[in-house]
């Protein structure tokens, strides 16, 4: 597998994690047009490399990038849920090292506000960077 494959695999595996599926909360990528399974509460991940270089010549490539999810949930509720997501988020996320050694960094959370194709759903963004050295 390439760089980004390797880095796409690890980001994706965490959310199979026992942690992660024992708190019931659907992630769903970013372009996703399905079925949402709860409609008052889910995740959109979006995995953005923004950078690729090799060090030297012949040696392995460097991709860095940003991992951005965003967080639905009702309306009305404050920010609440919304920050204890992000806490699960960075139990599962923050400073870990990955499987194909796919680092991730430390996050912060935006709040957006009122969702644009739903108002009855409030969201934010959680945002972590990620670097890997590849092939």
Known sequence: MGTYANALTDINGLFTQSYWTGQNIAIYPDN????ISNPNEYLRLSVLPS???NMEYGSKKRLS????IKILVKSGEGQTRILAIADILDILMQR???TNN???GTSYTTMDG???ANQSLYS?????PFKIHGE
């Open 32 to 35: 996703y047009y399905g079925t």
């Open 51 to 53: 950078t690729s270089e």
């Open 65 to 68: 990038g940003t991992i951005i």
């Open 96 to 98: 870990k090292v990955l």
């Open 102 to 104: 796919t680092e991730l």
């Open 114 to 116: 009122l969702d644009s």
């Open 124 to 128: 934010a963004k959680y945002i972590i």
